[in-house]
């Protein structure tokens, strides 16, 4: 009797320090060789990210999704595009395959929590896979696979409308990608969308009237011919299409509901925090007169971050709750079987502490992105782009390589500023 | 007696769960045949290709006006646009097509693709280093007479939302190609081929 109480209490104990250590294992160790590279990339050490991404030869499947978003930005910011590309076809490649839901992992979440599970990427996040490889496309002039990643874009805002409004920038870059390989009547429908979405939609007028213009629709632009008149531009010139990240976009952090005894509801959300705001005015490299920019989108990836996780929170909900109450029943199993009350009490606080939210993110891309395009003459350009925060202050100057145009020649740069 | 075949029923379950465990996650490799139609999913793929440079080839052989003319017409082979949501190398359709053509004897093409090559060479031989006899004559190149262009389509569809353990995917593909004479600015010959394939995906897996 003694011993078969002594082997009961033994795999007991030998049940919660596994579980212990899972705990440990999942939500320690696996995020770690990200967090150097982060680290360094806000530190603007983007060089000394790479090297740390580079490190990294194998990490657990479960975080594979955020290791090839994560190299994807860090080798866009450092100019890499190519390679950024492969890593990004790698996560979207990824993504395709995460459709499957993991019977196992599911289990397994609802006893542990859902950092055992392979993450998927919030939906914004998934399009922004997408947003950053037509912007790498379009910045090594590969226009028909921008195109292409414009149509997996697409594909998403029309499977996930309410997640994903708001997302004004990667509906330009749509609509640009249309407009690239001459599929003006696509691209004219993407800028209608892009008007409604922005409200007051003058900004990008000249760009409704000139599509519609080129798709024959000649009673529509008829709407938006005085505003394109306001278009100074000679029609032959060039054109610089600026892609500006800034600032740090937005961490998830632990919420919490506590029921007594032991039950612990807990849910990922997004850290609250103040942005200034931040004016990017692009110049001669000598000269004082700032350039206007034809047209300007951006989007704000902090407020659609949010707006995804909110989308996705009935689902966190009912997990939850699901999760809540197997955890309860185990707790109350193991009082109605062990007569010891210490070890239930130890029970209990193994799967209090167990109940982490998963807060896993993307964490090195921009909290804003702006799509900028400035008209320029044929013929050899040294530009800066000079960075003023809020109230004039000034912040930096980023010196963009020497651009040499062609009329009607259209060309692509991509900037960042980091906080 | 009993206990030992308890213990003997363990060691023997544990053992099979690792035979399985090991034996699924062996790599295995295997030739296949490059004429063998396989589809893993509804995607576009190998046979696919094969399939389409099959179809559209031998009608131009055949059938195109230009198959029975007495000389070889030229042909400079542009690219196939790629209006899918797919990244396909349709560079590999081209090639095919031109390879194809190229052996049946009835055309001849210009390589528009090492015009670049070509001028540089040409320059590097009137550059001085290359004897003046081994030099190439210059403005004697082929002009071509016709162009040989496509474009590759596709129309996806998934099955909607609703509880079910599989989801059901239609894509259609189609590949449109066509001659058109450079001097008359007319199509001479077109053709289409269309693939069309359901596939059906687990939504639960382990």
């Known amino acids: 009797m003694q011993e078969s109480k002594l082997k009961t209490r033994l795999r007991f104990c030998l049940a919660l320090t596994g579980l212990v250590f899972a705990f440990f294992y999942i939500t320690g160790c696996t995020s770690g060789p990200l967090r150097d590279a982060r680290k360094a990339f806000y530190s603007n050490r983007p060089l000394e990210a790479v090297d740390a991404l580079a490190q990294i030869n194998d990490l657990s499947y479960r975080d594979n999704l955020l290791l090839f978003m994560e190299k994807g930005l860090i080798f866009h910011h450092v100019g890499r595009y190519e390679d950024s590309i492969a890593e990004l076809l790698k996560a979207s490649k990824l993504m395709e395959q995460q459709e499957i839901i993991s019977l196992s992992q599911q289990t397994a979440s609802l006893v542990t929590n859902d950092w055992i599970t392979a993450y998927k990427g919030e939906y914004s996040e998934r399009l922004w896979v997408h947003t950053w490889l037509m912007m790498n496309f379009l910045l090594v002039s590969k226009y028909e696979s921008a195109l292409v990643e414009a149509k997996q874009a697409l594909k998403l805002f029309e499977k996930y409308p309410q997640a994903l409004a708001g997302d004004d920038f990667t509906r330009g870059l749509i609509a640009l990608c249309y407009e690239n390989t001459g599929y003006f009547n696509d691209a004219y429908i993407e800028y209608k969308k892009l008007a409604e979405s922005l409200g007051d939609s003058s900004a990008i007028k000249p760009d409704l009237y000139r599509t519609a213009m080129k798709s024959g629709l000649a009673a529509e632009a008829g709407k938006y011919k005085k505003y394109a008149s306001e278009d100074k531009s000679d029609p032959g010139s060039a054109e610089l299409i600026l892609f500006v990240g800034m600032g740090e976009a937005p961490k998830k952090i632990s919420g919490n509901i506590l029921i007594p005894p032991s039950v612990r509801f807990s849910f990922p959300q997004y850290e609250e925090r103040l942005i200034r705001g931040t004016e990017v005015i692009l110049m001669p490299e000598n000269a004082y007169k700032s350039l206007s920019p034809r047209s300007s989108v951006s989007t704000s990836l902090d407020r659609v971050a949010r707006n995804s996780l909110q989308y996705r929170g009935s689902q966190i909900i009912a997990k939850e709750t699901a999760r809540a109450a197997i955890k309860e029943s185990l707790a109350r199993a193991a009082e109605r079987k062990n007569k010891n009350t210490g070890w239930v009490v130890l029970l209990r606080a193994v799967l209090l502490v167990m109940e982490e939210p998963d807060t896993r993110c993307w964490q090195t891309l921009p909290a804003t992105l702006k799509l900028l395009r400035f008209p320029l003459n044929p013929g050899t350009h040294r530009l800066k782009a000079v960075i003023r925060r809020e109230g004039g202050e000034y912040a930096e100057e980023i010196i963009l390589p020497e651009l040499k145009l062609s009329p009607g020649q259209r060309v692509y740069r991509s900037i960042r500023v980091t906080p | ?206």
């Open chain 2, 1 to 206: 007696m009993t206990r030992f075949l308890t213990k003997a029923a363990r060691l023997f379950t544990l053992v099979s769960a690792c035979c399985f465990v090991f034996a699924g996650c062996t790599a295995s490799t295997r030739n296949i045949s490059a004429d063998q139609e396989m589809h893993y999913d509804e995607a576009y793929d190998f046979s696919d290709k094969k399939k389409i440079v099959d179809a559209l080839v031998s009608p131009l052989l055949g059938e195109s006006p230009l198959a029975e003319t007495a000389e070889r017409p030229v042909i400079a082979v542009y690219g196939i646009a790629n209006e899918t949501s797919e990244h396909i190398n349709t560079g590999g359709i081209t090639d095919a097509i031109r390879e194809a053509l190229f052996k049946a004897g009835k055309f001849r093409f210009v390589s528009e693709t090492q015009r670049e090559n070509i001028a540089n060479e040409t320059a590097y031989q009137y550059g001085g280093n290359v004897a003046p006899q081994m030099r190439v004559e210059k403005a004697r190149q082929a002009g071509a007479n016709y162009i040989l262009s496509g474009t590759l389509r596709s129309i996806e569809k998934e099955e909607p939302k609703q509880i079910r353990l599989t989801k059901k995917s239609l894509r259609y593909y189609s590949l449109n190609l066509e001659l058109t004479d450079i001097k008359s600015g007319l199509i001479a010959w077109a053709d289409s081929v269309e693939i069309a394939r359901e596939a059906s995906k687990p939504i639960i897996g382990w």
